[in-house]
């Protein structure tokens, strides 16, 4: 109710701020007998850890995570996972500064507004730190979708340059800093996020998540779609303002006759001969890959002075000088997979229960 | 659990198929000493209502709700109000044809993958005939809004036409038959959709849904932030493929100075300078309107065959000759404003409980 | 969250009040390709039906249940099942006399503080016909449960007369108004309970629910545990003051030697020598009876005056004269195993969610 | 879902097993604002933890709360309330010998069975030490209440001796090892559990929660009544087999005029001559002290041996020689107190969230 939480059947529970002793999560619904290890999530938590090239933050932190429950003797117990990662470098008094400050395009001035009280140290509960904690539950959530399916993800567009998708190929994504799926527009976006970074400036991106291999029958028609599951996943994540399935906004300039998959048979299986639909149907998922894309806002940290007000009403401009993202969008991508795979495990079992 | 309903204290579930004998639903955490009639939900109802214009479906319904419980000499008891729309004009034979038969586009293969039984008759309960539930729902939470939270809707795109947002009129909404708030772009989808209708295709269309005179303050981060709770709604309305809020997809190409929302003191207030943010910011609203948009796929249902195979798994072609929306997009209109209207009840009262 | 429904996978909502229009409830979660009609839950309905002998209130409703939704041809489809119950010897005029007086031992004085306003027309909500929805969901989960797992309950204790347990027989349980395992005790019953009628007062009982054949697994530890969900679902029914599993109460006075099940083998199966703990050990099924005994409070509603206030704060004597249940235990039977029932239900389907 | 979690606005979720790294839960719904530090929870730990007195285990844990994270400053910040409790004195060898036995009355074969799996290391999830997270919560719970509602424990009664209730004396019950009200009674208990505990035997008890200055108000009928969630609350915990609300069990036995509470007017106010009803009426608080009790079952874990079997099918005999509770019903004092408290708040919130 609180909303620190995702998931029915399968589900995890958040907690920590940006600067505290720690952050982590409880993850619930694990079924029994699944061999698990800290080894089985830290590389998930690697790639979306800070400090790892010139265009994420040089904030250091090895995110290191611990599980503490839930695993006996190798493998998952039926009991809840509970899962801490240390907070390391927390530079505290960096944000002295900014404390009674409301930063533009921040969540500081609706927390004041909400609760009354903030935890202004590197945006406390609000910092996309909190993100660490749903990878590490995406690793698990993998873990139960089994080797048969797949969730992989990538960047398609920085600022205004999109990638070209005739070129898209998942093995570039792992061979340049961005997650692009097209190893010469990652070139470009190189020479542009330079320029940005070095402006202090930041910039937005869209980022695309692809499940393969799901089985026809996943989503709970009519308000726990698999659809409307995922759009509130991905819009969780924070910087997010717009989701898309399949052909997302684009359907509105559609007809019927373009936007619709046409069925043939092919060795004895139903087969889609397009996919629009991004592999949802009615909500419900008919076994093509699914396909669900967001676009995250630039980084609302940025150098140059900006209007603003502080606490007591006065006017202030506010310029950000710490260590930041010039494009929060690239850490996004090993996001946007956990909250896919979060989705998609909960709805299989969810699915099970009933006879799935 | 299974989906058919939405909120948390606010909360509605949904009931009934397409051809059954009644559809409705029932409406909790409605707070007691509510003035509330059968007179106060009508209107929203009669606007969704299919057979307005030769631009919606010729099913004939008069959709009068009728209140069964919760309301005692005119005003909420706090019981669950249920409410209950009977259907009328419900030939179901005109679905004989297609009983076999996978529709592309529709919810048939999936419903039937997933349920291994289909109430094929008008799409049962995959029917866009459930958003009237929604509609009733909406016109309550309404109630708890009060007057000084107005929820509106428009269409601001149909097929490959925008409206001109500089001609933005909320009064032109009303006086033409696709909620369009500019008059001249209304006038021009009047005949765009005639072709469309007279060649037995479809179109897809975009919904902007505003509130004005929210507080500042409502969402539940981290999960149920207010945007993530509005994508979630929004994506949940049939054939729905994409979800903004603010500036949406669109703040992928911005910079950080773009996209920020500067803020002034005006009158003893804080004031933003703009509203990139769509009203949100760290999934709490800020006290500026909120604006949610989102892509209604073009309706399935049409004249042209397509590709597609039965239950037998034999391949055939299916054409749709019944009563249908060219642009289903239209009634999503009032869909849209009850939407946003339940997730702010909703989260008022959430909001509420923890002392706001 | 607003309390109307139970239950999380297999869930229903229940609504109406004692007086309006008609009472219902929507069952969700049901597994699709169940056959189910109307005359599968008429039977359950009939068993709880007021009027049915001189020892139950003389209030004549025939209670036929009308399934609006979630059935095709016969069979469940997966999406919910709308049940209606039309009220229909509603005298509402009867209840003029104590609309502004709260009757001692009811809900009156509580919901009027809770709420500001009262349905005052035979309890409204707090009416104890809300329990017929119960049973109606009751029989549905009965077709998830299958014929392997049996529920049966029956009265134990009325007033200070307990059964002599020796003689239980659940034959007898038909054949007596009371639902009384023990032939010669319920004949005993009959006399005091004529005797409690007569002088205008009421008296309390003891119900004892039995669930056969539960498979050992179900119970979700630590806090859905399946003693747990039982003591919640029974504590719900109306005037219940006490829930036991097994021994219950009783175990206080227990060593641990006497209150342990010992185990044994038998043809390749586990066996207990004993079934104090009711079938359930650490919030899970053994795969023994599982034994649920639940206390009603006498009827508050009696001749006899007593003391009390009406809304403007002056004081009264309440006295009863309307039709009413001496012992409205007797009725609670079929309610007590449609909440045994749902709860099984509910878990089985969890269960099943994670593997089991 | 899962089961780990209990509260819907106050809502905690605990993990860890017995001999695991640690234990802990998540406390979510915590408004702001609220002064909160370790020393506010520690105490309550300290009067439920093991091995300060000769009648409970031996086991010795120091049982200190870490706060991980919802504080900030020395006040909650509404983000969720992270407590941790590191596992010391956890000898797992000590369980070598039952590794792959079932203990009767433990939850050994439930475990096994449902899940495949078991940490059998001193009960893993199952042991009682779970309850230490339950009693963190409720000290939070507590600050929530405020100084106006109180919330206290006693035990009432040890295996068959019951307390003299004219000699209540709540001074007494921080006087004696076992939370006794009634001083005379305590030293009688004093020489039986030190002969059941040279016996190598256990024995239950009966614990009764009192909880005053509660509003009237309080419980969101029909599904989650205050009494079904106290019912539910109780029965969760370890060894709970029965649970009272007021007369209890005993209503049985009553005529409705011996049952009701009757009413009149002091000082302007509504005051009740009696309570049988445990101040709860129709689901809802009546402002009179709420009053639960609930039964535990002997400890299982005693010298003499018992007949079993283990995971092969092989018949054993088990005795159990570790360090055990002769009366697990002393340290449950705490606990129900905790639980009493954790619905209480719950359902202040939810009746906020309503307008009350």
Known sequence: MAGNGFGQIFRFTTWGESHGPAIGCVVEGVP????????????????????????????QESDKVQIL?????????????????ANQDARSKDYDAIKDQFRPGHADFTYWTKYGIRDYRGGGRASARETASRVAAGAIARKILGNKISVRGALVQMGPHEIDRKRWDWKAVDENPFF???????????SFLDGVRKA???????????????????????????????????MSINAVKGVEIGDGMGVAALSGETDADEMR??????????????GILGGISTGQDVVARFAVKPTSSILTPLKS??????????STKGRHDPCVGIRAVPVGEAMMAVVLADHLLRHRAMGG
Chains 1, 2, 3, 4 share one sequence.
């Open 200 to 234: 202090g400036s930041s910039t937005g991106a869209v980022i695309e998540i692809v499940a393969s291999g799901v089985p026809a029958g996943l989503g709970e028609p009519i308000y726990d779609k698999l659809d409307a599951d995922l759009a509130k996943a991905m």
């Open 69 to 85: 429950s839930g695993v006996f003797e190798g493998q998952t117990t039926g009991a809840p996972v509970s899962l801490l990662i």
């Open 309 to 318: 007000v502080d606490k007591s009403g006065k006017e202030v401009e506010v």
């Open 180 to 190: 692009c799926p097209d190893a010469a527009t990652a070139n470009k976006w190189e």
């Open 265 to 278: 048979m092919k060795g004895g299986k139903v087969v889609f001969l397009s996919n629009h639909a991004g």
């Open 32 to 59: 029994p007998r699944i061999p698990l290890a800290e080894a089985d999530i830290q590389p998930w938590l690697d790639k979306r850890r800070p400090g790892s090239s010139r265009f994420t933050t040089q904030r």
